[in-house]
């Protein structure tokens, strides 16, 4: 992806689904006018899930998913459904394709009488019933399509999908992708099935508006290579530009002449976590302060909970076993802020015997029950989708979830003090 590219966290994640060899990587190219995902007559063929960033007319910047089938079998055929399920935890909108062929085969030469009953159970498979159920469960916008109609013949395509929309309550759109028939309707259905919050999401929130000053503290330590920037401080700046306001930027050890550099006191400050207590001694009494961490939990997270969470850390000792979670996979470094320094934060105040789990990326324990408490990054390489999918397993298990910014503003004694967009 190139650096004036949408960060796949920040587009519509739309996951494709069905049998196998249903037609799904073969909808994926044709939607997107490119061969993105191997196609073959032979079943299985895509194993892991396939993503492509596109930018599609009336749907904006979003990313496609190709998933292996839920039908699969054989012990790898069992690893590849995992794959698929993980896959649901981060779906925007989801496409269901019925494989018209299949379709034919259970129901012979259906016509409009025999369709009128609409019973789902009479017009789908079992697993295309478990995953329309399961992904509803989720409260996933679910789009049905009824592929390979240039099979029909003398069977009415519009009929089959009409009965089957009615039965499953989905929208369910007719589709060749070889003459690229109803792909049109498909788009346009995808459209409808936004988010209706989704463009209007903003990471500041209120606390900027146009015509303010914003003073961002960037400490470029080894987090940080040179010459670059971390996501999240990129995603700030460009909505504070976007916004029109005053953007200055400084490191930690330029603090106090950044400060002084300015006529008036900033109206927001917005700090790396590592460096709260710093700059909330040095900060002007009128100017807010947040971080990019706690930023971004409230743009993609529950910050409310998130907030209440960190009380959490009061009960926790030397017994106590956390489960600290990061969304990008990398190596670890000296002075990692979830492996080195929260760790070492929260033994400092609960004992240093207390257990402490790292996962990275995809990995994140089906079992939450024997943590105390779960502390999660700022989340950049995740989509809202996913973090709150995760949020809904903690509250499920009855864990409380927090995130880094919020936890180091606790340990420091300054949650209360800082703004929450």
Same mark, same amino acid.
């Given at each position: ?306 907030? =209440?969470? +960190? $009380? !959490? ?5 030397? /017994?106590?076993? #956390?489960? @600290? *979670? ?65 949020? =809904?397993? +903690? $509250? !499920? ?5 927090? /995130?880094?910014? #919020?936890? @180091? *503003? ?12």
């Amino acid at each position: 992806m190139s650096l004036q590219a949408t960060p796949r966290a920040n587009r519509v994640h739309i996951a494709v689904f069905g049998l196998r060899n249903s037609g799904k990587s073969s909808l994926i190219n044709a939607l997107t006018g490119q061969n993105i995902a191997i196609v073959s007559d032979v079943p299985g063929t895509t194993t892991d899930p396939v993503y492509k960033s596109m930018e599609i007319h009336g749907i904006g910047p979003c990313v496609f998913i190709d998933t292996a089938g839920f039908d699969d079998t054989g012990g790898i055929g069992k690893l590849r459904i995992e794959q698929t399920q993980r896959v649901v935890d981060k779906t925007d909108i989801a496409i269901l394709v019925f494989d018209g062929s299949n379709f034919l085969k259970r129901n012979k030469n259906p016509g409009k009488k025999e369709l009128q009953p609409g019973k789902a159970e009479n017009l789908l498979s079992n697993q295309e019933l478990h995953w329309l159920k399961a992904l509803k469960k989720k409260r996933i916008p679910v789009i049905g399509v009824l592929n390979k109609i240039d099979l029909y013949q003398d069977n009415n395509a519009n009929d089959i999908a009409d009965a089957i929309e009615k039965a499953c309550s989905i929208p369910v759109v007719p589709v060749c992708t070889l003459t690229r028939r109803g792909l049109d309707s498909l788009r346009e259905q995808l459209t409808r099935s936004l988010p209706e919050d989704f463009e209007s999401e903003s990471i500041t929130g209120s606390l900027a508006r146009e015509g303010d000053v914003v003073l961002l503290v960037m400490p470029q330590d080894i987090q940080a290579p040179k010459g670059r920037l971390i996501l999240p401080q990129v995603q700030v700046i460009r909505e504070l530009l976007d916004k029109k306001c005053i953007v200055q930027c400084v490191t930690t050890d330029k603090l106090e002449e950044g400060l002084s550099a300015l006529a008036d006191p900033p109206k927001l400050i917005i700090t790396d976590s590592q460096a709260f207590k710093i700059v909330y001694d040095k900060k002007p009494k009128e100017s807010m302060l947040t971080s990019f961490s706690v930023l971004l939990a409230g743009y993609k997270g529950d910050l409310k909970y998130f907030a =209440e969470s +960190a $009380r !959490a850390i009061e009960n926790l000792t030397e /017994n106590s076993r #956390v489960l @600290i *979670a990061e969304a990008c996979t990398h190596a670890p470094l000296e002075e990692d802020i979830g492996r080195v320094k929260i760790p070492a934060m929260l033994r400092k105040k609960a004992g240093q015997g207390l257990k402490i789990d790292v996962v990275a990326g995809a990995d994140f324990p089906e079992n939450l029950t024997g943590y105390d408490l779960i502390i999660h990054c700022g989340s950049c390489m995740f989509n809202k989708k996913h973090v709150l999918s995760r949020v =809904e397993k +903690a $509250r !499920a298990a009855k864990v409380p979830m927090t /995130n880094y910014g #919020v936890v @180091i *503003a606790y340990l420091s004694g300054i949650l209360d003090k800082i703004s929450l967009p």
